[in-house]
């Protein structure tokens, strides 16, 4: 008894002890914010004076808490691109306001550390923008599962994506408006595209590392070009860091299509680049023979592919007292795509079912170059380099029951830029001057693409193979000047000029090839040859020059333009008019019985108007109308004649350019600055919208780019960023609705007869949902979200008969990312994307056209054009950044 009394004793006063000397905690609560916009500064360090060990990080709120024993310590905060802070704490809550760090020329800050980069940069630019703009920060494009412009765009609200054949995006479609009604610039200037028919560029040359921002010009301003009836896509490049910047990247991945089948892959080393006409002179007039090719560059080889390999760095300083600032970047993907697909042509002489699979070898280089020079605080100059360079080679294996074919292809696509600008404050600084000097070439080459077809097992005799040639390339030299000036506080006049000279030339030359030994004698596998640089092929004696894509063009535009911005009381106003000249041509190089040349020229006049007001400080209502404009294509009014299977197609010289009014109604609102919730309303009518349709001429009936009367194009779009402390949601949805009537072929009895028939603009979906699920802890540095992508079905290619065009049916995809940092500037990150590996589905719609075809498979009761698999892709990688 006497023990356990003891024992009690011990206990009650050890633990009276250890309550007598607890020492009493204090709470310390705050939010760090910037403080010229208010907005949170999501990760900043936060740690009681002279106890580093003793710290946090603020949260997506900006919010902190800190524990100490002192009752009124110094807190110490601090953040990259911001001056330190520190602040004693009196009891209340604190609002801790950091300044940004910033080089400044005789006390007038002349460069800041962020252009748009975080995504509260990208939000305060939509919520101040006049014009109804959505954008995409660096930031946003890191943490994003996709690593080219073409797929992360895809994720902003209105936008859908074109792919290419090994399933990334290459051409964005605005708010269901088709790629040609659309453009690209570069840093506020339009880019010349290598395509060989088109004035649209491929959005797969841009790697996301490079970008500061994506900006998705949805309204037009007398400033911006007038040929953005969808949009204009703007990307932003990295600017001249504030101080020095260093960031490396390293990852690597594998593509899951190679778990289960080899990569095939050609002998391109060998390719001659320059076709036997080409090289002999005299083009077309040339006889070939055998010994005018090369057969090395047909062998193919098997294999699994190695992993992907990815890689940039990128660094930039302030020299000369900070006057002269740089950044230097490069970017390099060397990667292995593919897609398996099963492909059925219903109208194809043997009607069989093919397997497809695309070997496709991607090598991306991307180099970047920034100055900046600052003489005064008056007189700034910008000059930018960019080069974007991809490589793809492709080999394409289709097999069917009775005949197969190899394609071989390899493609180069470059596009440079340089850019000398520079600004001016006159007037003490109520009148600024800016102006531009632009050059830029875009170059394509597809060298010796050549194609091969068997027949069973033997190679087939006649028309046995064809090997092509094509190149293309784009120059521009531009000019801008703009003057604005803004004599009072709420009024500011802006008026500027543009021109543009564009020469394009194009070049085709194809050659058809017969076996050598002909039917006496077939060419017959593992006995004959066990690989295609080993067939013997006899050339034709004459190449085909006489394509139309044998062409030159010219495009000179010049524009004019004056707007106003005047504010007053909550509402503020912008109108502006441009006008725009274009004279557009062609010169068709080897002519046969059609014009050789001809031109376009004519003036648009482009009004705008924009409203906003201003209902509160974080909510605002957009209203604007612009009139916009879409050129013809350069091949479009080349008078070339095609020949096909069952009808012939022609170009339309007469050709008239598209002219389109746009009205936006967007209310926005913004609750704090990483939170947005924007709910709009667009309207489009188009006169003379260029779709393809049927024309009868004689005895003959021609598929043709024509104008076709009027159409209208309306859509309601949603757009919410919404955080719950760690865990936040981005969600989008876009409805689109169009119509559009055109000449369709169809049987009355034994007679073909045409008639109309009422559809969608091509490439438009109507329904588009994007939503992602994030997660962010900065005080153990971990990033992640999950994204999922819902596109609708929508019309993809319009046929010349009634009821009978291609569709793609609803594609669902599902990414992950997550991404983990240390204070030490490392981090390492994960992205898997097409988790869900569904299939991409086309199909041939159900009418009258194909109603009696049997024997063909069928999808929901239409007949399945194609469906293809990517498979999916994981990378891991590591990041660091000083």
Known sequence: MFMKHLLMTIALTCSAGLLWGQTQMHEVKGRVLEARTGEPLVGATIHLKGETTNGTTA???????????????????????FQTVEVPYTGNTLNIRMQEEATSIADVVVISNYNGSTDAKAIEIEKKSINVVNVMSSK?????????????????????????????????????????????????????????????????????????RIEVNKSMTADLEGDGIGGAVNLVMKDAPVRRLLTLNLSTGYNATYLDRDFLSSNHGAIVTKSPDERMGNIGQNRVSQSDFDNSSLRITSRRPLPDIIASAAYGDRLLDDRLGFLLSASYQNMYRGKNMEYQDYTSSTGEREDRTYSDHKQRLALHAKLDYVFSPLH?????????????????????????????????????????????????????????????????????????????????????????????????????????????????????????????????????????????????????????????????????????????????????????????????????????????????????????????????????????????????????????????SFFEIVPYSIINEEYKEKGNPGLKHTVADNLDLRWEFFPRPYEQFMVGVFYKHLQNPIEYGLITEGQDTYYTPLNLGTANNTGAEIDVLKYFRRFGVKFNYTYTYSRISTGKRTMQGNDIITVKQSRPLSGQAAHVVNISLLYKDTDKGVNAQVTGSYIGKRLVEVSNWYDNDIWENEYFRMELSAEKAWNSGVEMYLKATNLLNLPLIRYIHKGPHTDGVTDVKRYRGNILEREERYGQTVMIGIRYKL
Request: aromatic fraction near 12%; hydrophobic fraction near 30%.
């Open 380 to 632: 700034k100059l910008n000059w930018y380099n960019g080069w974007l360079y991809m490589v793809d080679d492709q080999v394409r294996t289709s097999e069917a029951e009775q005949v197969a074919s190899v394609r071989m292809r390899h493609n180069s696509q470059q596009v440079f830029n340089s850019t000398l600008s520079g600004e001016h404050k006159l007037l003490g600084k109520t009148m600024t001057l800016d102006w531009k000097g632009v050059y830029s070439q875009a170059k394509n080459q597809t060298p010796d693409n050549a194609q091969i077809y068997l027949q069973g097992s033997h190679l087939q005799t006649n028309k046995a193979a064809t090997r092509r040639w094509e190149h293309n390339s784009d120059r521009d030299w531009a000019g801008y000047l703009n003057v604005e000036y803004a004599p009072w506080d709420t009024w500011t006049f802006k008026t500027g000029a543009m021109y543009r000279d564009k020469k394009r030339t194009s070049f085709f030359n194809e050659y058809t090839f017969d076996s050598e030994t002909g039917t006496g004698a077939y060419q017959m596998y593992g006995k004959d040859w066990t690989n295609f640089d080993a067939l013997k092929l006899l050339p034709r004696e004459y190449g085909n020059v006489g394509d139309p894509l044998n062409y030159d063009a010219t495009e000179k535009i010049g524009a004019v333009y004056a707007m106003a911005k005047c504010r007053f009381g909550r509402m503020e106003a912008v109108g502006g008019i441009r006008a725009e000249h274009t004279d557009q041509g062609y010169t068709l190089k080897y002519p046969r019985s059609t014009d050789g040349s001809g031109n376009q020229t004519y003036w648009d006049c482009l009004p705008d108007v924009h409203l906003k007001y201003f209902v509160s400080e974080s909510m605002n209502i957009h209203f604007s109308y612009a009139k916009a404009t879409n050129r013809p």
């Open 140 to 212: 946003s494009m890191e943490l994003a599962p996709d690593i080219t412009v073409g797929n992360i765009i895809q994720r902003m609200s209105g936008v859908t994506v074109e792919r290419n054949s090994s399933g990334e995006g290459q051409y964005a479609i605005l708010r269901g408006m088709d790629k040609r009604y659309n453009y690209t610039l570069v840093n506020g200037i339009k880019i010349p595209s290598p395509d060989n028919k088109n004035r649209f560029v491929p959005l797969d040359l841009f790697p996301s590392e490079i970008l500061s």
């Open 59 to 81: 949260g997506l709120d900006g919010s902190f808490v800190l524990k100490t024993e002192d009752a009124s310590p110094v807190i110490c905060c601090s953040f990259i691109g």
